[in-house]
């Protein structure tokens, strides 16, 4: 199968990317394809772990802009993770692929406490970990999430999967036919041009641990493989050398 370019990686899914066609929840042919992609990547030798959105089920700042107490909604949006989280771990595991689960809020009736030195273990031991709950925290999304996670497992790249956009425009792709892809940006770029690659947090987090980060469509079969076989594929963002 040949070597791959990274041996560690640490994957963000979004919760819309488990919805496939619907408008809500998660469809089980969206879960067994997200599967298959991450079952090919874990067939390379390559250490996963994934943080997964909860969007497909609720989105906090939505219920804030309808009155909820905003920390109140993060935390249900934590409890929506968790759910995806539990949803593909059993088509990973559906795959042959061992999984563990791992939350940041206290749910040990069904997944472990996030604890860091035993995520790196399972990692060592061939198994993908699934981090749920985000941070733990209410007012940080799952980008923050994804970007602090990679750099306390030690993840070589953060690989950003998009639904149906395959990489970082200069403009919506969906809303502009004009728009322009970037095969390679810098993170001030990106910042500065406020192009929505992630959050401003997430993304300051990457630049100053000089993490990068592979945006790209994940419903675009094989792209995964292709990132661990040096293909360009997406939008690489790092620092300038």
């Not at 959105?53 to 929506?80: F, V």
């Not at 940041?104 to 273990?121: C, D, K």
């Not at 070589?156 to 956009?165: I, P």
């Amino acid at each position: 199968m040949g070597e791959a370019r990274y041996s560690r990686v640490l994957l963000k899914v979004s919760g819309e990317s488990l919805k496939g066609s619907a408008e809500s929840g998660i469809d089980p042919d969206a879960v067994a394809y997200l599967a298959e992609e991450i079952g090919q990547m874990h067939d390379k030798g390559v250490e996963i772990g994934v943080v997964i959105g909860g969007g497909n089920i609720w989105r906090g700042e939505a219920a804030e802009s309808r009155g909820m107490d905003r920390a109140t909604a993060d935390y249900a949006g934590m409890l929506a993770t968790m759910i995806n989280a539990l949803a593909l771990q059993d088509g990973l595991e559906k795959r042959g692929v061992t999984t563990r689960t791992q939350s940041a809020l206290q749910m040990q009736a069904v997944a472990e406490p996030y604890i860091r030195r035993r995520a790196i273990r399972h990692l060592e031991k061939g198994r993908v970990v699934l981090f749920a709950a985000g941070t733990g925290n209410p007012f940080m999304t799952t980008d923050t999430a994804s970007a602090l996670r990679a750099l306390e497992i030690g993840a070589e790249v953060l690989l950003m999967a998009k639904n149906n956009v395959d990489g970082v425009y200069d403009a919506d792709p969906n809303e502009n036919p004009d728009a322009v892809r970037f095969s390679e940006l810098d993170y001030m770029e990106a910042l500065s041009r406020r192009l929505q690659v992630m959050d401003s947090t997430a993304l300051s987090l990457c630049m100053d641990n000089k993490l990068p980060i592979i945006v790209f469509d994940v419903y675009q079969s094989g792209s995964m493989a292709g990132i661990l076989s040096g293909d360009p594929v997406g939008t690489i963002i790092s620092g300038k050398e």
